[in-house]
């Protein structure tokens, strides 16, 4: 899978994503550090990339509408997180990634648990 980690996330998380042998990219490798969050939407919708990120913003699907992206994950950890916190919520993320496809739908993913927001069905006109 393809993923771009948002500039809240350093090289542990950069790490675990390409040691389970995913294609992962940075928004500061893209020298996108300090961009509007649309403009880096835009830029994961470009590049088919998912987009995860600790940027609460993102978890809101009427502001940042995950449905013409390959998918949105928001880490939502503690206040005051120990590192060990984020090394859980990614191991949680990544064992999820087989359950379900994350096409076009918003992961709010905490050390033990994933919630998902999956767009409504489109009404049949018949």
């Given at each position: 899978m393809k993923f771009k980690l948002d500039e809240n996330?350093?090289?542990?998380?950069?790490c675990a994503f390409e040691d389970a042998g995913h294609d992962?990219?940075?928004v500061r490798r893209q020298e996108l550090a300090g961009a509007d969050d649309g403009r880096v939407l835009q830029v994961c919708r470009?590049?088919?990339r998912i987009l995860v990120t600790l940027d609460l913003?993102?978890?809101?699907?009427l502001t940042f509408d995950p449905r013409p992206t390959?998918?949105?994950v928001v880490l939502r950890l503690s206040r005051s997180p120990a590192?060990?916190?984020l090394v859980a919520a990614i191991a949680t993320l990544l064992r999820s990634l087989g359950d379900?496809?994350?096409d076009g739908s918003l992961w709010i993913v905490?050390?033990?648990?994933?919630r998902v927001w999956q767009p409504p069905a489109p009404e049949d006109d018949a």
């Open positions: 996330l350093g090289t542990t998380a950069v992962t990219s940075t470009d590049e088919q913003d993102f978890a809101n699907p390959a998918g949105v590192p060990s916190e379900r496809s994350i905490q050390p033990d648990r994933v």
